[in-house]
């Protein structure tokens, strides 16, 4: 199929699993998978984007592929990732690469695990992988988390007979960031060494630079999300993980990435949020100008905050809980930047699990007791606000149920917090 056979569908039939299964069954016939039939088509991992300048992809997606079992062939699930484009830009995108095309959708679409931005992940997925830390090659490899041309972590699995299996996890980058997130594992592993009121992590056993990978153990416990959901946890709990955020931002300035996380940076970001929600949703453009607006005439009347490393990627599901210790996860983001913003981040991904708010208002209390130089209500509340117009235009680019009803409602309260962090400040 070319472009001179077939005219070019809307955007938004890559979003439609019934209208892409004709298209998806085309390209069987390119694939080890020729004369199979699909049985049923799933659009997962949407991401949307309306800035042509920032990000020529408006759409990026995964198709989950159930394929019909046939003579010789079971019923099997393949998954195809899908970077749309405009304007036609797909066929110059095309020439020299091994992706798929579908010019009916201005689209390129790769196969697990044939990725052109992580070339390393077929030799990855290889289970002898593991024969340098078990002696052995693993039982099974299984993809847990990938972000198409950046990054992916793997599970290896050992069966152990009648007992627990063991498992092995290596994540992998598009580039070498995965040295300095291993050298941050390395620091917070051996900090819990020797505290044992410190949280965990899983245990740093490598950085590979040839696979761009770094290999951890499980790391046991049970998400904090889940405790807090249960709404069955000791009083304490609160305060060890107050204790774990005020760890973090004293952690050594060195252990920062290389981009701050300073107001000037949020100032840009709440700018591009901006013109994001106007270009989504026309109606609340003018809305979404002025929660802009009353966040940033709210900045020019906060106190500098103090320069601290921050998790930078700060949410509940960040954390397990193992015992009576908290368990940290993903360094990825690390910064040099404000405490509040993590402390913000959190609070504000607390609200839509439902959790009781007292453990929020407990949690903070007790890290301004622990880091009383770190802490500042105002900043929190301009962070909070900044955070809320965050999740308002993620509405969209995640294309959550109602979405549009959901930015109105983000919108209203970041105003309300950009206003909140402003009251007894001189004009």
């Not at 694939?31 to 991992?45: E, L, P, Q, Y």
């Not at 701050?260 to 940076?265: L, Y």
Request: charged share 20%.
């Amino acid at each position: 199929m070319n472009m001179s056979e077939h005219a070019r569908l809307p955007l938004e039939a890559c979003l439609d699993a019934q209208a892409m299964q004709p298209l998806l069954q085309g390209l069987l016939a390119a694939t080890s998978d020729a004369g199979r039939t699909i049985g049923a088509v799933r659009v997962t991992k949407v991401r949307r984007n309306t800035s042509v300048r920032r990000n020529p992809n408006p759409i990026t997606l995964c198709y989950e592929v159930d394929l019909l079992g046939g003579p010789g062939r079971p019923p099997a699930m393949r998954q195809f990732y899908g970077k749309a484009f405009r304007d036609g830009e797909s066929a110059q995108a095309a020439v020299g690469s091994a992706a798929l095309h579908l010019p009916a959708v201005d689209m390129l679409l790769w196969r697990w695990p044939t990725d052109p931005g992580l070339p390393q992940l077929p030799a990855l997925i290889d289970p002898a992988q593991t024969v340098r830390f078990w002696g052995a090659p693993a039982d099974e490899v299984t993809p847990v988390r990938y972000v198409a041309e950046w990054r992916a972590t793997l599970r290896y699995t050992r069966l152990c007979g009648g007992l627990p299996a063991e498992n092995l996890y290596a994540k992998t980058f598009s580039d070498d960031r995965g040295a300095e997130i291993h050298r941050r594992f390395l620091y917070f592993w051996d900090l819990a060494q020797n505290d044992p009121d410190a949280p965990t992590v899983a245990e740093p056993l490598a950085y590979d630079p040839v696979t761009r990978a770094l290999w951890q153990p499980h790391a046991g416990g049970t998400p904090l999300s889940q405790i807090l959901i249960d709404g069955v946890h000791p009083e304490s709990l609160a305060g060890r993980v107050a204790y774990a955020w005020a760890l973090v931002h004293t952690a050594p300035l060195h252990l920062a990435g290389p981009v701050p996380r300073d107001r000037a940076h949020w100032l840009a970001e709440v700018r591009r949020r901006r013109n994001k929600i106007s270009r989504a949703l026309p109606d609340l453009a003018e809305r979404a100008g002025e929660v802009a607006d009353a966040i940033e005439h709210a900045s020019t009347l906060l106190p500098e905050p103090p320069a601290a490393v921050i998790h930078g990627d700060c949410h509940p599901d960040q954390m397990w809980v193992d015992g009576q210790r908290v368990v940290l996860f993903d360094f990825d983001e690390f910064a040099l930047g404000d405490p509040m913003e993590d402390l913000a981040e959190f609070v504000t991904k607390l609200g839509p699990l439902g959790i009781d708010a007292r453990f929020a208002t407990t949690m903070l209390a007790d890290y301004a007791q622990l880091a009383p130089d770190h802490f500042n209500l105002r900043r929190l509340q301009w962070h909070m606000a900044v955070q809320q117009l965050l999740q308002a235009s993620r509405a969209f680019i995640f294309q959550v149920p109602d979405w549009a009803a959901e930015m109105d409602r983000r919108l209203h309260r970041a105003r309300s917090l950009a206003e909140s962090c402003t009251k007894g400040c001189a004009p």
